[in-house]
């Protein structure tokens, strides 16, 4: 009666364990680092009933019950309750629970996460926190065993944790922990009773003993689920408490486990801080890099926010980067570092987060250095600019004029727009950087130019000059069109003017007047042109006054824009245009003109006529084409009929035009390109540019994919200019377009077209070949066939195209069941690769040896077929000629030293030898033959098939020989199979020379009494 109560108590105590763990809620995390966070559950009442019962079940099961294989765990699930009724976490016979993620990572408390950027704001706000914090700050332990004071007796450390409980569940599970281990060393959750053991000691504050614990449980159970957790405890315990070494070891334990701990980014971190704190940098170094990396190939971006506490171990992983080259030397260091260690995509930010950890130092020149350093190193990079801003602003704040002068000429001679920088990002990408090139051009322009009027500065007044225009200059070079470009002009002129420097001034006076915008000193730089005319007047030479003249009444005109009544203002606008136009001012004379035209309707035919010829060349020759286009037009329309200079206007017309389809060809606007280059046949039908401009049409709409109106526009250039020299290259693009559409028969026929046509035996070749497979594709299989064969019979070279494009005929010839000519086309393949010479190669005699398999196969099907009948010695001569023949051709197929053809070849010979066998035994005896004599006659037949049943077996084993050899097809698959077949207990032993004067009816009789036995050769053990 005692043995049936002992499950039904355990039952109960397991029923009453389960019923106190559904009544209470609890979070996910039964955790070392959670014990000391449970909050109060308001059904404790309830739950404690429910604990207590399971309790009192567990012990009178331990108490009562004999020893079982269920003792341990009772042993185990008591202790557990003990925990759960003091510290409020559970498990039970659950899942183990890990402890709670270490708070290293979310003990970065208080600290805004910030990216590591060249931007000075954010970097600042960083760096409020002193070194010494941070560090305080980062270095915290993650887990409760730091917290506790090691030197603490138990009972101090157990109220310090648990102020007012009872220590004595605790201590009870310890001592069931211990018992259980003691009592039950084998026992396969050894692992969980010392993790749960490790947390009772914790929570009584007993840490060494804790650590002990855990000692023991990596010792025993190396491959235990807790071991990370367990490890990187260790590593912070250690880690307070200075002992970096075993830190260094605990925490290298996790990083060895790889990404697939949930530890192993924070003790990537603290390995690094470990190193970091033995003075041993690189080391350390090493770990932050390689966290950083870690976090890139998992996908993360230092550009996007990510989670709060994600980005803040990222930007302190950065800022101890810093701490670290700082203390290895700083930039150069950390150039030696990359370039030991590898480049890392991220290097900006590392060479950033140092420049402002110097800056937050007040250590300007390093940290002038670090951008400067970062900039040599990746000159292309896209935030070199920034950190070239960075160098400006770090000697600003410290307060070194010369160096921010120096820095900022160093920036605009690297970052001006026509600078090797902008051929690899594009300046509208960069706004910030543009505005701050465009500040600092200003400002070193009027710097120079305030050096160059200073008294006090004489003797650099010359270098001020050249400074002072080169600014203005690069200014107006990188910024012609911005509001401030005009009065920056107007300075450079006053500039110019300054330095007597006449010419130049009124040129940078009429840009500044004429070339802008219309703006406040828009009139006074016109007015001031003309002076500085004038006085380039006074001091020019005799050969110069002439230009110098021409200049001043070019800007003369150019103001008298106010006075358009004047009676020769249209033919003096005129005479200067022609002028303009023979210097090559191809705008200035357009603009002069067009103002005749605009402004004087009632002018004399001849000028207005003139005019528009200069606007017409003018704008050809400025690339204007569209201008150009309705400038001819108008100078046709003044033009007479008869005109000899007409044809050529509709040239130039049509030129104009096609230029336009030119000019959307290269932006890749092809609806565009044709369109215009269609408009010729309307707007100057007889001009020789047309057959042209309707081939460039078609080819755009190739370009275009449109191919149905492509094929009609080259079909129209092919009908109207039969004799044109594109007519070969037309017929290219309609087969083009044709394919590309899938109209495939189309394209086979303009490409047969092509073969036709064509002088060019490599464009005939080719075309042939394509028109093949295009009718082939298309299922025109004659017109495939004639294809091929042309192109075959034309090109027998090279070799390879040859061979291979007959094996396209035969197979087609196949397909067709045409066995003749598919045989014939086989023949000529292998005669054809066995004629090739040089030009044999690997694809020829694979090609040539599988056309000669099938050629051997036709032998072999024609040697099968033949029975020997009677009259026997008729069929006999007739079945053994074809048997030699077949032997013969299989024979040399095993020259092309193909493996599968020679496997087949030689599974073929073998059937050959077996067919011949069994045709003999099987032939067809003579009626008039006594009994005894048709015995006789059987055993001659057998007698004489008997070698050739060997040979058959003999020449199968040489496939097995290439079994051996690594070389499996179907052919030595199908040797193996038909030497299985042969069963070597009814096959005769080899006769010894003593033997051979037997009887083939006794032979033939052993067959059915002997039993062979195989050995390691084909001899046979009788």
Not at 557 to 576: I, N, R, S, T, W
Not at 802 to 810: D, Q, Y
Not at 967 to 992: A, H, I, M, Q, Y
């Amino acid at each position: 009666m005692r043995r049936l109560s002992i499950p039904i108590v355990l039952w109960l105590a397991f029923i009453a364990g389960c019923a106190a763990r559904t009544n209470k809620t609890v979070g996910t995390a039964g955790t070392l680092a959670e014990l000391r966070n449970v909050r109060p559950d308001v059904q404790e009442v309830k739950v404690e009933q429910g604990l207590e019962q399971a309790m009192q079940n567990y012990r009178r099961f331990l108490e009562e019950t004999p020893e079982t294989t269920m003792t341990p765990e009772a042993m185990r699930r008591l202790a557990d309750l003990q925990l759960e009724k003091q510290f409020g976490i559970r498990t039970g016979d659950a899942k183990p629970r890990q402890m709670a993620a270490p708070q290293a990572a979310q003990a970065l408390a208080d600290a805004q996460a910030g990216k590591a950027n060249p931007d000075a704001a954010d970097a600042g706000a960083r760096l409020r926190e002193s070194d010494q914090d941070f560090e305080r700050r980062t270095t915290a332990e993650g887990g409760n065993l730091a917290s506790t004071n090691a030197g603490a007796s138990t009972t101090d450390a157990a109220d310090a944790v648990r102020a007012g409980t009872d220590p004595s569940g605790p201590l009870e599970a310890i001592a069931l922990y211990n018992r259980l281990l003691t009592e039950y060393p084998s026992y396969k959750n050894s692992d969980q009773v010392l993790y749960q053991m490790a947390r009772a000691y914790d929570e009584l504050g007993r840490t060494d003993e804790a650590m002990e614990t855990m000692e023991r449980l990596i010792r025993a159970n190396p491959n235990s689920g807790h071991f990370d957790e367990v490890q990187f405890r260790r590593g912070e315990y250690f880690f307070t408490r200075r002992k970096f070494r075993d830190a260094e070891n605990a925490y290298s334990a996790i990083v060895t486990l790889g990404a697939k701990s949930s530890y192993y980014e924070l003790a990537l971190y603290k390995l690094g801080w470990t190193f970091y704190k033995q003075e041993f940098y690189e080391e350390a170094l090493q770990k932050y890099i390689a966290l950083l990396d870690y976090k890139v190939k998992i996908g993360y971006d230092f550009d996007q926010t990510h989670d709060e506490d994600d980005d803040r171990r990222v930007a302190d992983t950065f800022r101890v980067i810093s701490l670290s080259f700082s203390n290895l030397g700083g930039p150069e260091t950390m150039q030696e570092y990359f370039s030991k260690f590898g480049n890392r995509s991220y290097e900006d930010r590392v060479y950033s987060n140092l420049g402002e950890h110097y800056l937050s130092k007040l250590r300007y020149d390093d940290a002038a250095k670090t951008y400067k350093a970062f900039v040599a190193l990746y000159p292309f990079h896209r935030s070199a600019p920034r950190f070239g801003m960075r160098v400006v602003e770090t000697f600003t704040q410290g307060g070194f004029p010369k160096l921010v002068l120096e820095s900022k000429r160093e920036f605009a001679s690297k970052y001006g727009l026509k600078s090797e920088y902008w051929r690899h990002f594009k300046p509208e990408e960069s706004p910030e950087v543009l505005a701050y090139l465009k500040t600092n051009l200003k400002d070193l322009a009027t710097h120079y130019h305030a050096q160059y009027q200073n008294a006090n500065e004489a003797d650099e007044k010359r270098a001020n000059y050249r400074e002072a225009s080169q600014w203005y200059g690069a200014y107006l070079e990188s910024f012609p069109k911005e509001a401030d470009s005009p009065p920056v002009n107007y300075q450079l002129a006053d500039l110019f003017l300054e330095n007597k420097d006449f010419g130049e001034a009124a040129r940078q006076y009429e840009r500044t007047a004429y070339e802008y915008a219309p703006h406040p000193q828009s009139a006074a730089a016109g007015y001031a042109a003309i002076y500085a005319y004038r006085e380039q007047l006074k001091v020019a030479g005799k050969e110069q006054q002439d230009a110098v003249k021409r200049d001043t009444v070019a800007s003369s005109l150019k103001f008298a824009d106010a006075f358009p009544q004047d009676e020769h203002a249209a033919a003096v606008l005129g005479a200067a245009a022609d002028d303009l136009y023979e210097l090559k001012n191809y705008k200035a004379a357009i603009e002069a003109d067009q103002r005749v035209i605009d402004n004087y309707p009632n002018a004399e035919a001849a000028i207005r006529r003139s005019a528009w010829i200069v606007v017409a060349h003018g704008s050809f020759e400025l690339a204007e084409y569209s201008q150009a286009e309705h400038a001819y037009a108008e100078v046709l329309k003044v033009t007479p009929q008869g005109d000899e200079s007409r044809a050529s206007f509709v040239d130039n017309l049509a030129a104009s035009i096609y230029k336009q389809g030119e000019i959307a060809n290269e932006a890749q606007d092809y609806r565009a390109a044709a369109d215009n280059f269609l408009r010729i046949r309307s707007a100057a039908p007889t001009s020789s540019v047309r057959a042209t401009a309707e081939y460039d049409a078609g080819a755009a709409l190739i370009r275009l994919e449109d191919w149905k109106a492509a094929v009609e526009v080259l079909e129209a250039f092919r009908s109207t200019f039969p004799e044109h020299k594109l007519q070969l290259e037309a017929t290219k693009q309609i087969a083009y377009a044709y394919r590309q559409s899938g109209q495939l028969s189309h394209a086979a026929g303009e490409y047969d077209r092509i073969a036709s046509q064509s002088d060019d035996p490599a464009l005939r070749s080719e075309a042939l070949l394509d028109a093949g497979d295009l009718y082939s594709q298309s299922n025109s299989r004659d017109r495939a066939l004639d294809a091929y064969l042309r192109y075959v019979k034309e090109f027998p070279k090279p070799v390879e195209t040859a061979i291979e494009t007959r094996f396209k005929i035969a197979e087609m010839y196949k397909a067709a069941h045409d066995e003749s000519l598919y045989h014939q086309q086989l023949e000529e393949i292998v005669r054809a690769d066995a004629g090739a010479g040089p030009e044999r190669t690997g694809r020829t005699r694979t090609i040539a040896a599988r056309s000669a398999l099938v050629l051997a196969e036709k032998l072999y099907g024609d040697f099968v077929v033949v029975k020997l009948r009677q009259p026997f010695e008729t069929s006999l001569q007739d079945k053994k000629q074809r048997m030699d023949a077949t032997i013969a051709a299989l024979g040399r197929l095993v020259n092309y030293e193909i493996a599968e053809v020679t496997a087949a070849a030689t599974y073929y010979m073998a059937e050959t030898y077996s067919n011949f066998s069994r045709s003999l035994l099987e032939s067809e005896r003579p009626a008039d033959l006594k009994p005894e004599d048709l015995e006789e006659f059987k055993n001659n037949l057998d007698e004489a098939a008997f070698p050739f049943e060997e040979k058959a077996i003999n020449v199968h084993e040489k496939n097995m020989e290439l079994l051996h050899a690594g070389v499996f097809n179907s052919w030595t698959e199908k040797s193996l199979s038909r030497l299985t077949e042969v069963r070597w207990t009814d096959r005769p032993c080899r006769r010894s020379p003593t033997t051979q004067h037997r009887t083939t009816r006794s032979r033939r009789a052993r067959r059915s009494r002997m039993k062979c036995a195989p050995t390691t050769s084909r001899q046979c053990v009788c």
